[in-house]
């Protein structure tokens, strides 16, 4: 598994794109799993998912395979019930039955040792355990648009996504999600495949189809799963950090502003 790769498109706080909002949405997904339970979370990054979750967990352990990203975690968030280690997704660095809940969100496609995670996510769990994990929809997310992800290794198919869970637990439930400037996470059943999207403008609109969810969120346990809630992020920064993100990265934005200068101080100066 290459640090390397995982770091090309790894979500760090204060970036403004898709990913902020589909990652956001999960983690709060998970937050209202871990009302004071022990987690684990594989793949933590910079540690900010990690850190949101310390907000409701009795304690969190965020694990990641590149150790210079674990040390800026550890200064960048400090909680008394928080602490980072440096590990694989395939070799966790605690024993066994340490967690009550293992999240792990857009890390499978990016090695090919997908048992050997699923044994060791198995191993920390306590008995009954829940483990909450996403990946791309490999049919959506590559397959549909033609696009090959330079840093994914390994992506699946939502059957054998679900064939990897069910072979590791006895209870499998699938969650849909799909980033419309927000974020929308769905049960995957009959109710689901009904709601349909709709695009248009002051002259028509029209259907454009039902969801076609490019991630794939599973709740797994050998004990008793309920989790039914269809749940919509919204993020009303969206479209302003995108246009500043812009502004700072454009050079004819900068030249354009370079120019104007000096007309903004006369004309403040007329003003007076």
């Known amino acids: 598994m290459s640090a390397k790769k995982i770091l090309g498109e790894r979500l760090e706080a204060g970036q403004f794109n898709e990913n902020t909002s589909e990652h956001l949405h999960r983690y709060a997904i998970a937050s209202?799993?871990?009302?004071?339970?022990?987690?684990?979370?594989?793949?933590?990054?910079?540690?900010?998912?990690?850190?949101?979750?310390?907000?409701?967990?009795?304690?969190?352990?965020?694990?990641?395979?590149?150790?210079?990203t674990i040390i800026l975690a550890r200064e960048k968030y400090k909680k008394d019930n928080l602490e980072y280690k440096q590990g694989s997704a395939a070799r966790i660095p605690y024993p066994d039955n340490s967690f009550e809940i293992v999240v792990s969100f857009e890390t499978l496609e990016h090695h090919d040792k997908h048992i050997e995670m699923m044994q060791e996510i198995k191993r920390v769990l306590i008995p009954g355990g829940v483990c909450c994990i996403s990946t791309p929809d490999k049919l959506v997310y590559t397959d549909q648009k033609n696009y090959k992800n330079p840093f994914h290794?390994?992506?699946?198919?939502?059957?054998?996504?679900?064939?990897?869970?069910?072979?590791?637990?006895?209870?499998?439930?699938?969650?849909?999600?799909?980033?419309?400037?927000?974020?929308?996470?769905?049960?995957?059943?009959?109710?689901?495949?009904?709601?349909?999207?709709?695009?248009?403008?002051?002259?028509s609109f029209e259907q454009v189809g039902n969801?076609?969810?490019?991630?794939?969120?599973?709740?797994?346990?050998?004990?008793?799963?309920?989790?039914?809630?269809?749940?919509?992020?919204?993020?009303p920064d969206f479209s302003k950090n995108k246009i500043l993100q812009f502004q700072n990265s454009s050079l004819r934005?900068?030249?354009?502003?370079?120019?104007l200068s000096p007309m903004r101080f006369l004309k403040k100066r007329a003003d007076k």
Do not use: W
Not at 40 to 51: F, R, V
Not at 221 to 230: A, H
Not at 253 to 259: Q, R, S, T
């Open 32 to 68: 209202t799993l871990c009302q004071n339970k022990s987690v684990l979370d594989i793949a933590c990054g910079d540690g900010y998912g990690s850190n949101m979750m310390a907000k409701k967990a009795r304690s969190v352990a965020g694990v990641d395979i590149d150790g210079e």
């Open 153 to 203: 290794v390994k992506e699946l198919y939502r059957e054998e996504f679900e064939d990897l869970l069910k072979a590791h637990f006895k209870n499998v439930v699938i969650l849909k999600q799909q980033f419309f400037s927000g974020s929308l996470i769905v049960p995957d059943n009959s109710e689901s495949d009904k709601l349909k999207l709709l695009s248009g403008n002051f002259d």
């Open 211 to 235: 969801i076609q969810a490019e991630y794939l969120i599973a709740l797994a346990s050998d004990g008793n799963i309920t989790f039914g809630e269809t749940s919509i992020f919204l993020d």
């Open 253 to 259: 934005y900068k030249v354009g502003k370079l120019i």
